[in-house]
């Protein structure tokens, strides 16, 4: 089955622990992204993949690193976690190919609280 | 500056029509995006346009105006479990690029 994986599924740390969030899919999609949704904001993306070794900065990349060293794995880094990072976390992958986008999935989402 | 703009809700009649529109100004773009998201789920794709005019996908249709810097979605014989966020979303420089989304659009269904 097609999908994205995500790891915590929930999560509640306290600020400045050291965190990772997995992101895994099976597709082998070029394309990975994080996001964060806060209400009233809707999606922000914080960093997002071409392919593997190649990220670049979304809207709001500040206090998240990531790194894509494999093609299936996407991991988001909170180096320093703090309360203004509480939010629901989505990662995402798409296929190469405008008429594949159908077969683009989000993963099932990460929430976190950071106390 | 980046800005994409839609309705922060809706309300429509079951079996009726509704268009959710969205605007956009963005540095860059190259194409439009539309998700719908339930209450507690991950968003699911419904198109992506890239050229001007309107691409009909069952009882949804997505509409682009590059120039206009405007889309809608039109969603046709509303049904109960179409009640969810409609969000819309600008890929800035390829699809699989920066993209950004606005707040979304929560559209209710009523018998």
């Known amino acids: 089955e097609a999908q994205v994986t995500q790891n915590p599924r929930y999560l509640i740390t306290v600020t400045g622990k050291k965190l990772t969030v997995t992101c895994s899919q099976n597709m082998n999609h070029e394309y990975m992204s994080w996001y964060r949704q806060d209400p009233g904001l809707g999606l922000r993306q914080i960093y997002y993949s071409m392919n593997v070794e190649v990220t670049d900065k979304g809207d709001v990349p500040e206090g998240y690193k990531v790194s894509r060293k494999e093609k299936r794995n996407f991991p988001l880094i909170l180096e320093s976690p703090s309360p203004n990072q509480t939010s629901l976390y989505f990662c995402?992958?798409?296929?190469?190919?405008?008429?594949?986008?159908?077969?683009?999935?989000f993963g099932p989402g990460t929430r976190l609280t950071v106390l | 500056g980046q800005n994409i703009d839609q309705p922060t809700e809706m309300t429509a009649t079951e079996g009726a029509i509704v268009q959710i529109n969205c605007t956009y100004q963005t540095s860059g773009f190259n194409g439009l995006f539309w998700y719908q998201q339930h209450a507690g789920e991950a968003p699911t794709f419904l198109s992506y346009n890239v050229l001007d005019g309107l691409e009909e996908k069952g009882r949804f249709s997505s509409f682009l105006s590059r120039s206009k810097g405007y889309s809608y979605l039109l969603l046709k014989e509303l049904q109960m479990k179409d009640s969810a966020s409609y969000l819309c979303a600008a890929a800035l420089y390829s699809s699989a690029s920066k993209i950004i989304f606005g707040s979304g659009t929560r559209l209710s269904i009523r018998p």
């Open positions: 995402a992958s798409i296929p190469p190919g405008r008429s594949s986008y159908n077969e683009q999935f």
